[in-house]
């Protein structure tokens, strides 16, 4: 039987979630940045956002095979209580339920922080083909997201145009005096 373990990222796990989201840089339409960053860059990024938000992993059998981050959604204090979510899985651990174990997880931790409104920024096609499809936007419909915004023809990858979407989650209550979000500490 599998073991199951999604746990805060450490540093030491930069190399094994960069090779992870190289594939999708490379081979897709799903991120819009075009070059692999440097493995210190990389480093940077995670540390980054372990000062206020959680960044975790998930492992089968002692091997990562995933991770999920939140970040800041525009930046401005007003916005403490929302942010943006984002989780990449190895091409050959999708479609078999650690998608939703790690989104699941990524959001009972961002819930204890207080965080109301989730976002996820999704490429989206108008065509399908061999670099993107609509998989990213139902995986997020699946969890409960819903579409609240649409960009069109905003990305530029691979010699064709792509829509970018913004989906939505509510995941707490929305009160007339809101007590601080408790930024996380792992």
Known sequence: MDHITIRDAAIGDAERLLEIYSYYILNTAITFEYD???????????????K????????????????????????????????EVTVYLDRGAQKCGLGRMIYEALEERLKGMGILNLYACIAYPETEDEYLTRNSADFHAHLGFEKSGEFHKCGYKFGRWYDMIWMEKIIGDHQPTQEPVQFYCK
């Not at 692999?36 to 372990?50: D, K, M």
Request: glycine share 8%.
């Open 52 to 83: 206020k938000y959680p960044y975790i992993v998930i492992e089968r059998n002692g091997t990562i095979l995933g991770y999920a981050y939140a970040g800041a959604f525009v930046g401005r204090a007003a916005y403490d209580w929302s942010c």
């Open 36 to 50: 692999v960053p440097a493995l210190p860059a990389f480093q940077s990024r995670i540390q980054n956002t372990q």
